[in-house]
T-cell receptor, first 115, second 113 residues
Framework: DAKTTQPNSMESNEEEPVHLPCNHS???????IHWYRQLPSQGPEYVIH???SNVNNRMASLAIAEDRKSSTLILHRATLRDAAVYYC????????????????FGKGTKLSVIP | NAGVTQTPKFQVLKTGQSMTLQCAQD?????MSWYRQDPGMGLRLIHY???????DQGEVPNGYNVSRSTTEDFPLRLLSAAPSQTSVYFC????????????FGPGTRLTVT
């Protein structure tokens, strides 16, 4: 699997936008970019994913660079509930058999939200 | 739907003891998996199943067994607990192994002394 690089930690003020960066310079053409987050003492939860185009959903936006070597998860208005570890994960969209669609979690970015 | 449930929430074992971590989902998902998370680390895949009767190994399978006799349940067995297995264990499920969204349970915190 191609690797991702994320900052260890970031801080944001409450009610301000947050941009969480992810570098993936070795991404392949079939790799999807997934973001999950893990709230304290909980299991991870899906946030968003994309391939080439920017994506929006009720939780966040995903901005993907034109060369796909980096992406940014955007939380439009941070709340205290958004304090979590955010994981950027590449997942090969080319199916090569059962179990090939595994998620590989790195250490992620710990986001702190300041009231 | 209850989603993905795990029991117990906490467990303390002595070295050499065996136990089973339970995982169940009520979403009729075909794909289920077990991860472990050590302090300050990301999750690592232990075992997974693409359907009833089918299981396979992930990244760190040693010391663990799984079986999948029903679609709903995917228990994880520790055969002879070791301190290195102290960790938080998460179960996850998705409709298929190709699905982009996996649903995770709340986790089981296991301590082996």
């Amino acid at each position: 699997d191609a690797k991702t690089t994320q900052p260890n930690s970031m801080e944001s003020n409450e009610e301000e936008p947050v941009h969480l960066p992810c570098n993936h310079s070795t991404i392949s053409g079939t790799d999807y970019i997934h973001w999950y987050r893990q709230l304290p003492s909980q299991g991870p939860e899906y946030v968003i994913h994309g391939l080439t185009s920017n994506v929006n959903n009720r939780m966040a936006s995903l901005a993907i660079a034109e060369d796909r070597k980096s992406s940014t998860l955007i939380l439009h208005r941070a709340t205290l509930r958004d304090a979590a570890v955010y994981y950027c994960i590449l997942r090969d969209g080319g199916y090569s058999g059962a179990g090939s669609y595994q998620l590989t979690f790195g250490k992620g970015t710990k986001l702190s939200v300041i009231p | 739907n209850a989603g993905v449930t795990q029991t117990p929430k906490f467990q303390v074992l002595k070295t050499g003891q065996s136990m089973t971590l339970q995982c169940a989902q009520d979403m009729n998902h075909e794909y289920m998996s077990w991860y472990r998370q050590d302090p300050g680390m990301g999750l690592r895949l232990i075992h997974y199943s693409v359907g009833a009767g089918i299981t396979d190994q992930g990244e760190v399978p040693n010391g663990y067994n799984v079986s999948r006799s029903t679609t709903e349940d995917f228990p994880l067995r520790l055969l002879s607990a070791a301190p290195s297995q102290t960790s938080v264990y998460f179960c996850a499920s998705s409709e298929t192994d190709r699905d982009y969204e996996q649903y995770f349970g709340p986790g089981t915190r296991l301590t082996v002394t």
